[in-house]
């Protein structure tokens, strides 16, 4: 049977008669014992019985008397004395002992003799009796008791089987019933249908199975929906440059095109096919960012060092904007672990959209601070700044906040910086108000190791 429902059921029939088997057969075996010897003590009780009787009944009335006990107490008993013998009850003719018996019992009064055929016992015994001896040997059948029993056990496993099938066909019903409908569930998600869920209440293994499904349901959704956004924006970010670069190149097949315009055109196209290549920079960089088995190759280097080298090649991009580039360094240098070029990367992308989006004659300002746990890295900027809607967004992959403005960008820059900020288990925050300006802080937690060379810089800057 493959369901499981079949096995359930057939598990539990094997597993009641199993049990039951085992626990007949044992009680069967003690009751038998102790059902044998009860029949033995009536016997021995009735063989005095009828010794007694033959001992005060008239012999007139004797035969009828005993006659008459033989059939209430079920019994077959037979009397011999030297060469008679009488039997009393409808088996007495069976109960004839050998020679070599009888002159046992004679000989020997104190001795019982005790015979049993299966459900047949009998017992033998002498006495005496006006001087002379006799044999009484008494049998009774104790199958009518052991039948009774076992017909006990029999009607007993029989009410345990049906009345524990029901229950079990309702219970079987009970788990297999979920089971069933999450196996429908998940062929649908197979398909390829990511609404799919499963009701569920309660807090049994089943639940927490049909919690963990829906969990993964709505997360392969929220993948696809993720998946799907992200080829329709690549597709977009890639067919406004192309459009504008066929345009172009169209254009400048005229040949009587004037010189000035012709230069005008190769720009454009420049311009974009540039932006295509970053694009395609970006997007490769952050698919390495978020590949599960990307490592971080961490040194230890000064951080100050750094930022100075990043401001100066930013420099030329300010000066053409006459942007002032402020720097705010700590007395002494601030040494961090971490992975130098990719740290790197977080820098220029932060400088570059200060700059981008900040107007002429506007100042950026970047600031190191030093924490006891971590080092804070702060780019100011007096730009255009963001509005709040925008603030939550500006993480995701592609997201501009004014995609017609005429600058530089495709949306990744600020994923790639985020990307690497949480590599290097650090926060960024953002605070930014629309026409003043915005403010980037990255904060960095100092490598374990790393903490006691902190340590004693800040005992060296305190004592100096
Ligand atoms: P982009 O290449 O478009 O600059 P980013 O991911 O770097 O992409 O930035 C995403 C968006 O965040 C930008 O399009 C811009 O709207 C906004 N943004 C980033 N930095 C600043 C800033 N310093 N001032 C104002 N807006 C900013």
Known sequence: MKSIYGKLI??????????????GYFTIRKNSSELSQLTYEELNNSSDYVINLMKIVDSSDLSSVLGGY??????????????ESVGYGNMYNSLKLTNDEKSKLYNYPEIVVYKNQSSIKQLSKSFVMNNQKYIITIQKDSGNRESIFLNSAVIA????????????????DIIVKPISRLNKATNELSKGNYRVRVNYSGNDEIATLNRSFN??????????EIRQQFISDV????????????????ILKNEQLPDEQRQKYADIILFHSKRLSTLSKNMLQLTLLEGEDLKLNKTEFSLVEQLIRVISTQDPLALKKDIEIEFNRPKNDIFIEADEARLEQVWINLLN?????????GVVTVTVKRGTKEVEVSIADTGVGMSKEAISHIFERFYRQDKSRNVEG????LSIVKRIVDLHLGTIDVES???????FSVKLPYERNFLGKFNNLTKKEEKG
């Not at 033989?70 to 060469?83: C, D, G, P, W, Y």
Request: aromatic share 10%; charged share 15%.
């Open 410 to 413: 495709n949306g990744l820059g």
């Open 433 to 439: 108000r629309e026409e003043a300006g915005s403010v």
């Open 70 to 83: 033989a059939k209430t107490s079920e019994v077959n008993f037979l009397i011999e004395h030297e060469k």
């Open 235 to 250: 597709s977009h970010e890639f067919q406004t440059p192309l459009t504008a670069i066929q345009g172009f190149a169209t």
């Open 353 to 361: 959209n200060a700059i981008k989006y900040t107007n002429e004659h």
């Open 215 to 224: 969990q993964m349901a709505q997360q392969l959704a929220k993948t696809e």
């Open 10 to 23: 057939i598990g539990f029939l094997v597993s009641i008669v199993f049990s039951f088997s085992v626990a």
């Open 157 to 172: 496993l029989f009410c345990i089987l049906s009345a524990g099938s029901v229950m079990f066909l309702v219970l079987a």
